[in-house]
C-alpha cells in the first residue's frame, strides 16, 4: 500500500495548487484556443476513482464534440482536432487534472484513471487491488510506455508501484514526468 498518504496529500495540495496559480496564463490561454477549436473547451469525462468510485475527470478538449467516449487506444485518430493533435504531443490536456488533485479525487502520482466501460483492465485492476489506491496524472505505468491497450502488463506495473510507494519515488515520478518521460495514450489510425 501507498506509505506516507498524509504527506502524499501535503506534497499533492503544495504541488498541484504552486502549479495552477504559476500556470494561470497558460490555462486561460488553452482554454480560449480549445474554445475557438471546438467551443466546448473543457471535457469531463466519468472516470473509476479509488474503491471504484465515479468522479469526473477533468481535461482540455483535444476531439470533436461528438466522439464517443472510449480510450484514447479506441478512438478514430480523425476525431482529434488540429490544435488538439498539438497539445496532446505536449501533454498539456492534462493540466486541467490538476483541479481533481486539488479536489482529492486524485493524486499526482498514481495509476491513470480508466473508464467504467474497459472491463477487462477492470477486472485486471480488481485482480491487483488497484482500485484501494487514488488514480493519478502520472505513473510507472504511462512512465514506462504502457497504455491501457495492454490490460494485464498495465494493471500489473501499477501494482508494482503500489508496492514500492514512498516519498521517493513519488518525487522520482515526478521529477521524471516534468522531464518529459512516458509517453500519451495512442489513438488509433484508421483509414477513412
Not at 480510450?71 to 504531443?89: C, D, M, W
Not at 510506455?145 to 514512498?166: C, Q
Not at 522520482?172 to 495512442?186: A, C, E, V
Amino acid at each position: 500500500m501507498i506509505k506516507n498518504n498524509k504527506y502524499i496529500r501535503i506534497y499533492d495540495l503544495i504541488i498541484s495548487i504552486t502549479i495552477f496559480l504559476v500556470l494561470c496564463p497558460i490555462f486561460l490561454l488553452l482554454f480560449i484556443l480549445c474554445f475557438f477549436d471546438t467551443r466546448n473547451p473543457i471535457f469531463i469525462q466519468e472516470r473509476v476513482g479509488k474503491n471504484k468510485k465515479p468522479f469526473n475527470l477533468f481535461k482540455f478538449r483535444t476531439m470533436r464534440v461528438n466522439t464517443p467516449s472510449l480510450a484514447s487506444h479506441l478512438v478514430n485518430e480523425n476525431q482529434v482536432t488540429p490544435f488538439g493533435r498539438y497539445i496532446r504531443k505536449l501533454k498539456l490536456d492534462e493540466l486541467p487534472q490538476i483541479i481533481n488533485v486539488i479536489r482529492g479525487e486524485m493524486s499526482l502520482i498514481g495509476p491513470r484513471p480508466c473508464l467504467f466501460n474497459q472491463i477487462e483492465l477492470i477486472a485486471q485492476r480488481e485482480k491487483y487491488k488497484i482500485f484501494l489506491v487514488k488514480p493519478g496524472i502520472t505513473g510507472l505505468g504511462q512512465l514506462k510506455g504502457i497504455d491501457m491497450s495492454n490490460p494485464e502488463r498495465l494493471a500489473e506495473t501499477d501494482s508494482i508501484m503500489i508496492k514500492n510507494f514512498n516519498q521517493i519515488n513519488y518525487f522520482k515520478y515526478l521529477f521524471l514526468t516534468f522531464y518529459g518521460k512516458g509517453i500519451r495514450d495512442s489513438i488509433k489510425t484508421r483509414q477513412s
